[in-house]
Structure formats: C-alpha cells, structure tokens
Nanobody, 115 residues
Framework: QVQLVESGGGLVQPGGSLRLSCAASGRIFSILRMGWYRQAPGKERELVARILSGGSTDYADSVKGRFTISRDNAKNSVYLQMNSLKPEDTAVYYC?????????WGQGTQVTVSS
C-alpha cells in the first residue's frame, strides 16, 4: 500500500511561484510512475505533468515552459515547481502514483492564483 501526502499549496499573485511536494510511504516509490493532476471548480481532473521511474517527463501544453516536475527517490518524494503562475492555474492539485493496475492518490492541495 502507498500513501501520498501533498504540501506546498497556497495563495500566490499572478506571475508568482510555488513548489508543491508529495511524500510517499512504502518501499516501491522508485518504480512508481508519478504525476501531478489538477481539478478546477466545475471542471474535470486533468493531467499537469508526469515523471516515469527512469526520469523522463511529460507536460500538459498549458504548463510547458512554466512548470517542472522532478523526483527524489531517496526521499520518496515528487515535486512540482510552478513558475509564472496564472489565475487559470487555480485548482486543487493532486499527486498520483501508479504501477500496473494499481493507482494511488493524495488528498490534494489548493493552489489559488489571484491578486
């Protein structure tokens, strides 16, 4: 069983930065495919970025060049560095881990971009 706990959300002005963290329990973190998703009010949950166990990454077009996903297997953690934030980035951000048919979600952390 894997438990995921996000942190780092908050209120930030447009153009600002935040760094989200996701800490995982369990011994299989290094082989998990990890990702960050977000869900804005009234919208479906969408993929923001993902990182494979080997380190390759993939981003939604809306965040390319602004967000960076990374992982530290020694710390069982995955991060999302968010720069040049826009009001449309406002959402609850969720950490997701997966391997084969097993999927794990964190509880989410709120990110609000507003002046």
């Amino acid at each position: 069983q894997v438990q995921l706990v996000e942190s780092g959300g908050g209120l930030v002005q447009p153009g600002g930065s935040l760094r989200l963290s996701c800490a995982a329990s369990g011994r299989i973190f290094s082989i998990l495919r990890m990702g960050w998703y977000r869900q804005a009010p009234g919208k479906e949950r969408e993929l923001v970025a993902r990182i494979l166990s080997g380190g390759s990454t993939d981003y939604a077009d809306s965040v390319k060049g602004r967000f960076t996903i990374s992982r530290d297997n020694a710390k069982n953690s995955v991060y999302l560095q968010m720069n040049s934030l826009k009001p449309e980035d406002t959402a609850v951000y969720y950490c997701r881990g997966s391997i084969a048919s097993s999927v794990y979600w964190g509880q989410g952390t709120q990110v609000t971009v507003s002046s």
